[in-house]
Structure formats: structure tokens, C-alpha cells
């Protein structure tokens, strides 16, 4: 299940978020003191940046950033996702693809979607596994 990130999840997700933002998966560590802003924003001002819990049989595994603007290029909203994280042992398993059909579907006046990534293509392919840059240049990601 995905669902819209509570209150109640900031515990779980600064556990999540601190694994996540000291991987590899990022350009540098992010102080805790960003990512607890970010949880209270995401919270309070989801129509600047929209959090996502993925849980597996009801228990906490992942989460999700989006954010939004304006692009001329594309003539409209985009979505960019800003972050996804899976833990290990559900990594592989199909939440990524669920995740982005859903904000495929959650935002259909969307003029583009965009994920956000650090500079090594290889940590993208890991988080997006079963993919290859083929394929990622031709889907709506």
C-alpha cells in the first residue's frame, strides 16, 4: 500500500531518510536538521512537496518525495520526484512501479514527470531495477 505520509510517521521516516540520504544514493549527506524540515513541510505544505509512506502488509518499508513546477518546455505542471527509497529486502519487488503508476494517476494534468537523481546514472539503475537506459529514455519518467 502507498499512502500520504502522517504525523505519525515522522519516527519511521527520519529512520528511513537518514539511511537513505548518507547512501550512496545521494551526492553528500544531508544534515538531520533539513530532513526534519522536510518531513514538517511535506506535513503541513503538501502542495510544495507531497511524502509518501510504502508499506507492505501494513508495515512502514519506503518512502517518496514529490515536488512540483512550472516548465515552458513542456507547457505545463511537472512532477519530480525527488526521492524514493525501499528498504533492501523490498527492493526488486515492483513498489517502485506501483509508486510512479500512482502519481501517473494522482496528477493526470500533469504535463511531465521527472525524477531527480545525483551524478551517477549507475545508483538511478539501482533504484530503478529492471531497467536500462534504454528504456529510460523512452518512458514518461
Known amino acids: ?3 500520504n505520509i502522517t504525523q505519525g510517521d515522522k519516527a519511521i521516516f527520519m529512520t528511513m531518510a537518514k539511511d537513505f540520504y548518507s547512501s ?5 549527506d544531508i544534515d538531520v536538521g533539513i530532513i ?3 518531513f514538517d ?4 505544505e503538501p502542495h510544495l512537496i507531497r511524502a509518501f509512506m510504502i508499506e507492505d502488509d501494513g508495515v512502514p518499508v519506503g518512502f517518496a518525495l514529490t ?4 516548465a515552458t518546455e513542456v507547457g505545463g505542471i ?6 524514493i527509497y525501499l528498504d533492501e529486502t523490498c527492493r526488486g519487488k515492483g513498489f517502485g512501479s506501483k509508486f510512479l503508476g500512482l502519481v501517473e ?3 493526470p494534468e500533469a504535463n511531465g514527470f521527472h525524477v531527480g537523481f545525483a551524478r551517477k546514472i549507475r545508483e538511478l539503475l539501482i533504484y530503478t531495477r529492471g531497467m536500462d537506459i534504454k528504456s529510460l529514455s523512452t518512458c514518461r519518467w
Open 24 to 28: 550512496k544514493a545521494v551526492a553528500h
Open 36 to 38: 526534519e524540515t522536510t
Open 41 to 44: 513541510t511535506a506535513i503541513n
Open 105 to 107: 494517476k494522482e496528477y
Open 1 to 3: 500500500m502507498i499512502r
Open 78 to 83: 511537472v512532477v519530480l520526484l525527488e526521492d
Open 67 to 70: 515536488s512540483f513546477y512550472y
